[in-house]
């Protein structure tokens, strides 16, 4: 599966890796490759153009986690992206209603549309324990009912019985009947394909669903046709109200086109993917699995996870450490912004801090402001940062220069600090510090 795809990416990948730290080209250069990779995956162009606009927007923006390279900071962000851009997270059947929950199966001839109705009814049938039924409403191709009737058996599946000579509205209503009569607690109906999107199948679609209200309407289509498959989703998704799409023959596709672009092109989620001829082989789409199987690197994703988490946990317990000898610099205060924001924003934290909810200053701050503070310490010295007091009118000037705000501005962050300083050596002497420290570690 996406075996040509994921090689592409990963020699993209094999670039990046071995660096120390990537420039603004470097990672606009690999982004370059990773658009090819994704055209040359039969991925829709206005997808894959804003696949890699996003991606490098945020890999040029991000700071490298401690510990990890920037080449494998970059994986992970196209992993994010990924799995954002196939939906994120798994679209389950929704089957509340009262029984029978109808399923409705469409597509095109030749999609698999009928071997994946027998798959998940077996599916209901084996994993949910649902009684199913299936009943096939294809009276244009004279064996398609016998031909569900035998996959019926294989998949231990009961089938309506067959009468010749209904008209596909009457079969689904006698179905229905059926079905309810019989206490079952879903049916499935797989209705008859066409060779391309027409008007007359579309009107067979919608009179079926008015007869029948589904409460699943599936459209089964064929990955290996790429974009294709997603120009069939969006004509099908333009007459007919879909809840989701089935990815069938996703075992032989190598590209991964049509996985890729269907969520964004057509706003369908892909509830199902099949994966051979087998009865048994269909399987939820889960994003984030299928993310990894393109990348293949699931190792690089989680070790970047796990490296963020440490970075966090480091910079509390040193914050704590700092705080306990009474110190609080600058940068210090730069960190303790960045977790703020991380938690919800200066505000909430300041109501929930001993000590400072008299704090005007930092209370005040919105979360813009937040932006600017960033900027201006940037702007300053390390030696400014680690002792502030050296910031003189002079210096105030050129920081407010250098960070596109003004004296006054520098003036009020200078005094936040100060506030915070004094807080700090407030809560020392109260012995206050393990519930800080604890605090910042959350
Ligand atoms: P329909 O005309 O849309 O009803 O298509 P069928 O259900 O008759 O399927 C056509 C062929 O595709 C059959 O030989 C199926 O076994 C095969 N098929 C269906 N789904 C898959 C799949 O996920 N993987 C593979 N490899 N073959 C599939």
């Not at 704590?320 to 505000?347: N, R, S, T, W, Y």
Request: cysteine-free; overall charge positive; hydrophobic content about 45%.
């Amino acid at each position: 599966m996406f075996d040509s795809l994921s090689d592409r990416l990963s020699g993209v990948f094999d670039k990046l890796r071995g660096r120390g730290a990537l420039s603004e080209t470097e990672v606009r250069a690999a982004m370059r490759e990773v658009r090819v990779a994704l055209l040359e995956a039969d991925v829709a162009l206005p997808v894959a153009r804003e696949f890699v606009e996003e991606v490098t927007e945020r890999a040029v923006g991000e700071e490298v986690v401690r510990s990890v390279t920037p080449g494998q900071m970059v994986v992970k962000i196209v992993n994010d992206a990924l799995v954002e851009l196939l939906g994120s997270t798994n679209a389950e059947l929704d089957l509340n209603t009262s029984p029978p929950a109808v399923v409705m199966m469409v597509g095109l001839q030749g999609s698999g549309k009928t071997t994946t109705t027998a798959k998940l009814a077996k599916r209901l049938k084996e994993k949910d324990r649902k009684k199913v039924m299936m009943a096939s409403l294809d009276v244009a191709r004279p064996a398609a009912q016998e031909q569900l009737a035998v996959l019926g058996r294989q998949a231990g599946v009961d089938t309506l019985p067959i009468v010749a000579g209904q008209s596909p509205t009457d079969i689904a209503k006698r179905a229905l009947e059926s079905a309810r009569l019989q206490g079952y607690d879903v049916l499935m109906l797989d209705t008859a394909g066409r060779l391309h999107v027409d008007q007359q199948l579309m009107d067979e679609m919608n009179a079926i669903a008015a007869a029948s209200k589904p409460a699943e309407t599936l459209l089964v289509v064929d990955s290996l046709t790429g974009q294709d498959a997603v120009n069939v989703a969006k004509g099908f998704g333009a007459e007919v109200e879909l809840s989701g799409v089935i990815l069938t023959r996703m075992d032989g596709d190598a590209r991964g086109g049509a996985a890729l672009s269907m969520r964004k092109v057509t706003g369908k989620p892909i509830k199902f993917a099949g994966t051979g001829e087998g009865l048994d082989a269909i399987e939820p789409f889960h994003p984030d699995r299928v993310a990894g199987r393109i990348l293949g690197m699931g190792d690089v994703v989680s070790l970047v996870e796990k490296a963020a988490e440490t970075v966090k946990m480091e910079d509390a317990e040193r914050l704590a450490k700092k705080m306990e000898k009474g110190k609080f610099d600058l940068d210090d205060l730069a960190l303790q912004i960045k977790q703020m924001q991380a938690m919800g924003g200066v505000g909430a934290l300041a109501k929930m801090m001993p000590g400072m909810k008299g704090m005007k200053a930092a209370g005040d701050v919105d979360e813009k402001a937040l932006t600017r503070l960033e900027a201006m310490m940037s702007s300053m010295t390390p030696g400014e940062r680690a002792k502030p007091k050296i910031i003189n009118a002079k210096r105030k000037i050129r920081i407010a220069k250098g960070s596109g705000t003004t004296v006054q501005d520098v003036n009020k962050l200078l005094k936040m600090h100060q506030q915070m300083e004094s807080a700090m050596k407030k809560l020392k002497k109260m012995g206050g510090f393990g519930k800080l420290a604890a605090m910042f570690g959350g």
